[in-house]
């Protein structure tokens, strides 16, 4: 059983682990670290989802990284870039050299004594059971499970002869040319897929229970082509992305101080690229407000002109039981269909699935409360990196990792070796992740849970987090900062028993 210690171990080598070692490199270059990685690839997500049309629902000067800029043409990029995006920085930053491929974490367990994480890992490729040692434990495998995506059971699917596929596991041979599809689902999986699908399929169907708010952005950003033909890429990339930073802080807050408008803007703008005397309110307009669940991006309109080309069409209605020739619906019509696309959601899985222990105390998720949004209450010396619900992933992916490297900056200065939050004493706690969606509501109980304000609140905001994270105080409140606190020996013969921990470091006092 192989085991070895490093600095910081980070688990995950998509976007975010990617970019939190690149991060530790060039703030914290001292520091020994090694990337676990589960599967065969660099790029998470953007490598396992092959499906057609795969691309961002961000615009990729955000969603891209702060320290390499997005030179692609096209802002809302499709998943083969990002993917060469992802690996182009890993090399660029000899990042693949601590990569371990294969290395799936099942458990980690926190000794206070030695101040160090035992990370148990179990090699899929060899069956080989791996022990490392870290001083601190980071966690980029956001909170999806990569094995299967979420699927409802859905009356009469045995009796189905066609093809039923999931997106998350699109089979590589699957020729939909010619075929009749329908969609499942209306989400930014489905809203990507239908017209991707449309080009070749004899017609595709996207069959949702209930509408969700679709808005049209152009694939191409317009200031940052202008720019590019002046300034250098590292000159032009920030411009852009705190453009694009602040329309999204504008959009999210009439969103929510102001939802009648934002409704009447995004109906407004579907009903001028649908037909004339389409049921826009049936199709296009949901019961909810925007930004209780994202919005779904579609790049140049794709969908709408889908849609009004003729190619595809959007059906609301509820399965009665699926058919030998499709699925029959509530309403009693009928959709045939040679290939059904369940694009019906993810299932989440905190931490990749790992358990976590503290002194040999089982941590439940659910008792946890998240501090800044990326640390566990009571569990010292970790971070996760969780994105904004309301923007691009990676932009809180990178304040996250230079809040590490902040913190182990700190630790060094003073001397310290421990990091713990310290849950709030009162006060009403939330999922952390405060989207409607059913995929959260599904595992809701599961999840950690946010405190009624800062630094226990996510703000999603991120000006506002940029201040916090990158500039603001390390010591407050809401955690402790500590030596390690060794097992004491047993006093010699007339020993006072309080004398044993008369020397024990005491608790860094905070601000």
């Known amino acids: 059983m192989a085991s070895d210690h490093v600095d910081v171990l980070i688990v995950g080598a998509g976007l975010s682990g990617i970019g939190a070692a690149v991060h530790l490199r060039r703030n ?43 030179t692609n043409p096209k802002a809302i990029a499709d998943g083969d870039a990002i993917r060469e995006y992802v690996r182009d920085t890993a090399r660029e930053h000899d990042v693949e050299r601590h990569i371990r491929f294969h290395h799936r974490v099942l458990r980690a367990e ?58 998350q596991h699109w089979p590589a041979d699957l020729d939909h040319s010619g075929k009749r599809v329908v969609v499942i689902g209306s989400g930014a999986t489905a809203v990507t897929l239908v017209p991707a699908l449309a080009e070749r399929a004899a017609h595709v169907t996207m069959l949702q229970r209930s509408p969700t708010y679709v808005i049209s952005l152009p694939s191409r950003d317009v200031l940052a082509d202008a720019l590019r033909r002046w300034l250098p890429a590292k000159a032009a990339y920030p411009v852009v992305r705190w453009k694009n930073v602040l329309l999204g802080v504008a959009n999210f807050q009439l969103s929510r101080r102001a939802p009648g408008v934002m409704k009447g803007l995004l109906r407004r703008a579907a009903k001028g690229r649908l037909p004339v005397g389409y049921d826009i309110d049936r199709h296009f307009s949901p019961r909810y407000n925007p930004w209780d669940q994202r919005l779904c991006v579609v790049p140049d309109g794709n969908l709408f002109d889908s849609v009004k080309a003729g ?38 899985l905190a931490l990749g699935g790992m358990t976590v222990a503290v002194d040999g105390a089982e941590v439940d998720l659910a008792d946890t409360v998240a501090y800044k949004g990326m640390m566990l209450s009571g569990v010292p010396n970790f971070a996760m990196t ?39 004493a009162t006060g009403e706690l939330e999922p952390i992740i405060d989207l409607k969606a059913g995929y959260v509501l599904r595992a809701v109980d599961q999840l950690p849970k946010q405190g009624p304000a800062a630094p226990w609140r996510l703000h999603q905001n991120y000006p506002l987090d940029v201040l916090l994270m990158r500039h603001g ?26 004398a044993r921990d008369a020397d024990a470091p005491a608790d860094t006092p905070v601000a």
């Open 28 to 70: 914290c270059p001292q520091k020994s670290y090694a990337v676990l990685e589960a599967r065969g690839a660099i790029g998470g997500t953007w490598d396992l989802f092959r499906y057609p049309g795969i691309r961002s629902d961000s615009d990729m000067y955000t969603l891209g990284y702060s320290f390499k800029p997005w």
């Open 110 to 167: 926190w000794d206070s004594a030695t101040a160090r994480w035992t990370v148990h890992a179990h090699r899929d490729d060899t069956g080989e059971e791996v022990v490392l040692t870290c001083a601190f434990l980071f966690t980029c495998s956001g909170y999806y499970r990569y094995d299967e995506g979420y699927t409802p059971d859905f009356p009469g699917v045995d009796r189905y002869a066609g093809q039923l596929v999931h997106p």
């Open 473 to 498: 105080r390390l010591t407050d409140s809401g955690v402790r900062f500590s030596r390690a606190a060794p097992a004491p020996a047993e006093p010699a013969v007339g020993q006072p028993l309080a």
């Open 311 to 348: 190619r595809s069409s959007v059906v609301t209605d509820t399965i009665d039981t699926f058919t030998e020739r499709g699925i029959r619906l509530t309403s009693g019509e009928e959709l045939p269909a040679d290939i059904v696309v369940t694009a019906t959601g993810l299932n989440l």
């Open 386 to 424: 969780i994105g904004y619900t309301n923007a691009s992933w990676t932009l809180k992916a990178d304040l996250v990792a230079t809040y590490v490297c902040r913190l182990l900056r700190h630790l060094d200065a003073t001397g310290q070796q421990i990091v713990t939050p310290v849950a709030p």
